[in-house]
C-alpha cells in the first residue's frame, strides 16, 4: 500500500511538473519577442509638419500619417464620452481587459468557427495599434491581453486614453482625433459638434468602411448608433440627441491656400529633406516658416489665369488648334532673394512639373541685358554708339555665313547703346557680343546665377542658350540689388514641435557686379518701360525696369522685370515648342501677366526709388544719338553715366 502510495506521488509529482514546464513554456512562447512597454517612455507619434507663408497663412502640410497629436484636455468631453460608451464602457473600472467580454468572445468564435468577435478593451486596442500586427489569431489576443496589462500597470488611464486617441487610425488617411476634425471637417477640436464627436467615434470599428469621404450614408448610420447609446447609457439627454441626429454631414471647404502654392511646396520640399531628414520633416511635426507671400502668390495665380485666358481668346480667333500654352511666374524680394510668389503651371494643371525652376527654354532678347551689363561693367557707356545695320558673319565653325536680323527688320544706324536695348534691336546686340567676347559673357552670366549656358557663339546675344525662368529673374534682381546676387530661397527657418529653431536659411549671396554699373544697367532698363518694347507697363506707378523676350515663330514670350522691391520673371509658352499665334510677343503675351502681379505687389507700398551711387552723374543726351545736351532742350532725356570713365564723356 505504501509502495502504491509512493508510486502516486511520484506520478503526481511529474504531471506536475509537466503542467507547469508547459505553462512556463507557454508563457516564454506569448511573451517571446514581446515589446518593452517601457519604451513608451521615449514614444512620439507621427506628426504633421505644417507650412506657413511669409504672412502666417497655413499653406501645406506634410506627413506620413496625417496626425496631429494634442493633450487629452484639448480633446472635447463629447468625444471622450462617445467613444467610451461606444467601444469601452467600462473602461475606468477595467484593468486593462475585460474577462466576460474575452468568454463571451469565445463562445461566439467556437459557435461560428471562426475569430468573429474581438473583445477588445480601449488598452487592448492600443497594444495592438502600437506592437502588433491587425492579423486575427488566438495567439496575437493572447499576446495582445499580455501587453494590455503591462500598459496598465504602468500607465494612468488618462495616459493611455490620450495615446489612444492621438495614435488610432480613423479613415482617409487621419490618425488621431485631432487629425480626423480637420479632414472631415476642417476643424480644430474645440469647434466640433456633439454629432461630429459621435461621428469621429463611430470610426474605430471601420475606419474605411465608415468614413464619411468614402461611405457618407454609412457614416450618418453609425453617428446614430453612437448617438443612441450615448443617451441610453445617460451621457447626453433626450434634446441634446434630438438636434445632435438631426444634423446634416456637409464636406469641408475646399482651401484654396493649399493649392495655390502646390509647385512651390514641391520646390522646397527636397531642400527641407536635406536640412532635417526625410523623417524628421514628415513625422516630427515641424513649424516650416517660408519667403512666400500667400497675398502675392493669389495675385500671381489670377494674373496668370487672367492672362492665359487672354491669349486663349486671341488663338481661338485665330483658330489655332491644339493644348492650351502654359506660363510660369516667380518673384523675389530683391534685398533678401526670397521667393515672394511661385506659379510654375497653368493653375488647375496636374503633376509637379514646375516651368519656373525646370523648364529650360530660349530666353530671347530677355538675355540681352546680361550681354549690356558685361559692356557697362567694362566701362562702356549707354552713350555710346553702335550700328543698326545688316551684317554678315563667317566663321570656320560655322558651314554658313550668318545674317542676324531685326524683329522689326527695320535699322536706325547708329545708335545709343540705351536705345538699342530699349527698342530690343538685334544687331547691335550681336556687335556688342563681338566686341565681348561670347566666352566673357558666359562667365559673366554665371555670376549672375546663370549656370546652363555653355556654347561661345555670337548668337547667345539674342537669347539662343536655354535657361531657367528663376535664374533669369534672379539675374535681374542683381541690377536692382546694388550689383549683389543672393541665390533665390524659399525657406526662413525650421522649428521643431517644442518651438526651437532646428534650421535657418543662409542666403548664398555675391557681388556680381559693381554698383555703379547695377544703377546704370537699371537706368537703361527704366528706358524699356519709358520708351521701348516695354510701353504697356508705363501705367504702373515708377520706378520700374525691365526687358522683353520673343523667341522665333512666337514660341517663347519673356517678360522680366523689377521696383525696387520687388523683381518677377513670366513665361508663356507651349510645353512642345509650338507657336503661340501671330505677333504673341514678350509684350503682348507675357507682359500684361507681369503688370498685374505688380501691380498688385505695388498696391499699398510706398514709393520708392533705386539706388543711386556715389560713382555716377545726371547727364542729359539725345536718346538715339548720344549727343549731350542741356537739360531744358526738347527732348532731353536724363541718363546716368560714370564719373570717371575712359569711354564716356
Known amino acids: 500500500m505504501r509502495r502504491k502510495s509512493a508510486i502516486r506521488l511520484v506520478w503526481l509529482a511529474a504531471l506536475t511538473g509537466l503542467l507547469c514546464g508547459a505553462t512556463a513554456g507557454a508563457f516564454l512562447v506569448l511573451t517571446r519577442d514581446l515589446p518593452q512597454i517601457v519604451a513608451l517612455e ?99 489576443k493572447l499576446r495582445e491581453a499580455i501587453l494590455a496589462l503591462q500598459l496598465e500597470r504602468r500607465y494612468t488611464k488618462d495616459e493611455i486614453l490620450t495615446l489612444y486617441l492621438n495614435q488610432i487610425y480613423l479613415g482617409s488617411g487621419a490618425y488621431g482625433a485631432a487629425s480626423a476634425a480637420r479632414v472631415y471637417f476642417n476643424k480644430d477640436l474645440d469647434e466640433l459638434s456633439l454629432s461630429q464627436c459621435a461621428l469621429i467615434a463611430g470610426l474605430p470599428k471601420a475606419p474605411s468602411r465608415y468614413s464619411p469621404r468614402v461611405n457618407p450614408d454609412l457614416a450618418i448610420k453609425r453617428r446614430n448608433i ?77 494674373a496668370v489665369t487672367q492672362g492665359l485666358d487672354g491669349l486663349d481668346d486671341r488663338r481661338a480667333s485665330h483658330q489655332i488648334q491644339g493644348p492650351s500654352p502654359q506660363a510660369a511666374l516667380v518673384a523675389v524680394d530683391i534685398s533678401t532673394g526670397g521667393i ?102 558666359i562667365r559673366f552670366s554665371k555670376t549672375l546665377g546663370i549656370e546652363s549656358i555653355s556654347a561661345p557663339n555670337l548668337s547667345l546675344a539674342l537669347g539662343t542658350s536655354e535657361v531657367t525662368l528663376i535664374q533669369l529673374t534672379a539675374a535681374y534682381a542683381a541690377f536692382a540689388n546694388q550689383g549683389k546676387y543672393i541665390a533665390p530661397y524659399g525657406v526662413t527657418a525650421v522649428m ?45 506707378p515708377p520706378p520700374l525696369a525691365g526687358k522683353t523676350g520673343t523667341t522665333n515663330d512666337y514660341r517663347d514670350a519673356l517678360f522680366i522685370g523689377y521696383s525696387p522691391l520687388v523683381g518677377a520673371g513670366v513665361w508663356v509658352g ?59 532742350h526738347p527732348g532731353a532725356t536724363p541718363i546716368l553715366v560714370r564719373r570717371k570713365s575712359s569711354r564716356s564723356s
Open 42 to 140: 521615449d514614444y512620439r507619434p507621427s506628426a504633421i509638419t505644417r507650412i506657413y507663408s511669409t504672412d502666417q497663412v497655413l499653406i501645406a502640410e506634410l506627413y506620413a500619417e496625417k496626425r496631429d497629436p494634442v493633450p487629452l484636455s484639448k480633446i472635447p468631453d463629447h468625444l471622450k464620452t462617445a467613444l467610451i460608451t461606444t467601444e469601452d464602457r467600462r473602461f475606468y473600472q477595467h484593468r486593462g481587459i475585460a474577462v466576460k467580454g474575452i468568454l463571451r468572445a469565445i463562445v461566439q468564435n467556437l459557435r461560428k468557427g471562426r475569430f468573429a468577435q474581438g473583445a477588445s478593451t480601449l488598452t487592448q486596442q492600443l497594444a495592438k495599434t502600437l506592437f502588433l500586427t491587425p492579423r486575427k489569431t488566438l495567439l496575437r
Open 226 to 302: 453612437v448617438l443612441k447609446q450615448m443617451l441610453t447609457t445617460g451621457a447626453i439627454s433626450q434634446e441634446a440627441y434630438d438636434q445632435a441626429i438631426g444634423e446634416a454631414l456637409t464636406p469641408p471647404e475646399t482651401r484654396q491656400t493649399e493649392n495655390v502654392a502646390h509647385r512651390f511646396i514641391s520646390h522646397i520640399r527636397q531642400q527641407l529633406e536635406d536640412a532635417v531628414g526625410a523623417d524628421r520633416l514628415y513625422k516630427g511635426g515641424l513649424t516650416v516658416h517660408t519667403t512666400l507671400s500667400n497675398q502675392l502668390q493669389e495675385a500671381a495665380v489670377r
Open 340 to 441: 515672394l510668389a511661385m506659379v510654375g503651371a497653368r493653375p488647375g494643371t496636374e503633376g509637379d512639373f514646375n516651368r519656373a525652376t525646370m523648364a529650360r527654354r530660349q530666353p530671347g532678347s530677355a538675355f540681352k541685358p546680361i550681354v549690356y551689363a558685361l559692356a557697362i561693367e567694362q566701362d562702356f557707356s549707354q552713350r555710346q554708339t553702335v550700328l543698326d545695320a545688316p551684317i554678315v558673319f563667317q566663321s570656320q565653325d560655322r558651314p554658313k555665313e550668318w545674317r542676324p536680323e531685326n524683329f522689326s527688320n527695320q535699322y536706325d544706324g547708329e545708335v545709343t547703346l540705351r536705345w538699342a536695348l530699349a527698342h530690343s534691336k538685334n544687331i547691335p546686340a550681336v556687335r556688342l557680343m563681338e566686341k565681348l567676347g561670347p566666352s566673357s559673357v
Open 496 to 540: 521643431d514641435n517644442t518651438g526651437q529653431t532646428i534650421w535657418k536659411a543662409k542666403a548664398k549671396q555675391r557681388m556680381a557686379m559693381s554698383s555703379v554699373g547695377a544703377s546704370i544697367v537699371t537706368d537703361m532698363l527704366q528706358a524699356v518701360i519709358r520708351e521701348g518694347t516695354g510701353r504697356g507697363a508705363r501705367m504702373l
Open 574 to 632: 507651349n510645353d512642345d515648342g509650338t507657336t503661340l499665334g501671330p505677333k504673341e510677343t514678350g509684350a503682348r503675351a507675357a507682359l500684361p501677366i507681369w503688370k498685374a502681379f505688380m501691380q498688385a505687389a505695388l498696391e499699398g507700398q510706398p514709393q520708392q526709388y533705386f539706388d543711386i551711387p556715389e560713382g555716377v552723374r545726371r547727364i542729359y543726351i539725345n536718346p538715339k544719338t548720344g549727343q549731350q545736351l542741356d537739360a531744358t
